[in-house]
């Protein structure tokens, strides 16, 4: 599994819709060390209603199974809800 990846400032609805387009597992991990599969819808609710404040995520580490997922994520994380540079 890779490093976890520090999410700040993340529109929810965005972060959804990367979320199905990533291909292996993708896990939110609480500052308990708990891990919720984020593909699971369920797990999406429980997970992310405690970490949003105004519709937005304020902060949360994800970890990925796939790597390709993890780069996906983190250039969402920089770039906004495309997770691809500005021209």
């Given at each position: ?8 400032d ?30 699971s ?18 902060e ?18 920089l770039?906004?809800?495309?997770g691809k540079?500005?021209?």
């Amino acid at each position: 599994m890779s490093s976890p990846v520090q999410l700040h400032d993340v529109d929810v609805n965005s972060f959804l819709k990367v979320l199905d387009d990533c291909k292996g597992k993708v896990f939110l991990v609480t500052d308990e060390g708990d891990r919720l599969n984020l593909k699971s819808k369920l797990s999406q609710l429980v997970g992310l209603t405690r970490l949003i404040e105004g519709g937005k995520i304020a902060e949360a580490f994800v970890m990925c199974d796939d790597p390709e997922d993890e780069s996906k994520l983190f250039r969402f994380n920089l770039f906004g809800s495309e997770g691809k540079e500005p021209k």
